[in-house]
C-alpha cells in the first residue's frame, strides 16, 4: 500500500470519527430517552459502531504510515502516535461503554461528546493529520 493509499485511509477514519462526533451532538440535542423505535436512534448505535471500527489499532496504523512515509526522525512522530493511541482507547472504550447500553438516550450521548478523551483524540486527529499532510507534501516535492 503506498504512502498516498494510507494518507486516504487515514483521512477516511478521521471523516468517520469526525461525522460521528457531529451526529452525537445533534443526537444529544433532541432530548432523547432512548434510542429505541427511531431512525436516528438506529442511526445513533451505527455512528457509534463505525467510530469504534475507524479507532481500532489506530496507533499501530499511524506507525505503520510513518514507517511507509520515511520521515527523518521518526522519533517525535512514534512519542505523539503514542499519545494518540492512548486518547484513542480510551475515546473506544467509552464508546463501547456506551454501544453496551440496551437503551441509549441524548443525555448518554452528551456525556459522551464531553468527554475529556474523545475531545482530546479529536484536537490530536487534526493535528497528525496535518503534520503528515506537510511530510507528503515535503518528501514529493
Known sequence: MSAAEVLAELNARIDTIEEAYEFFLAYASQGLP?????DTGRQAREYL????GALTAFG??????????GVGDPAPYRAFIDVIDADARHAQAAI???????SISSQVVDNLNASIHLRALLTDLFLIDEVLKQQQRNTTT
Open 49 to 52: 459502531k463505525r467510530c469504534d
Open 34 to 38: 432512548s434510542d429505541r423505535g427511531s
Open 96 to 102: 463501547r461503554l456506551v454501544i453496551a447500553q440496551p
Open 60 to 69: 499501530d496504523f499511524l506507525n505503520g504510515f510513518i514507517d511507509r512515509l
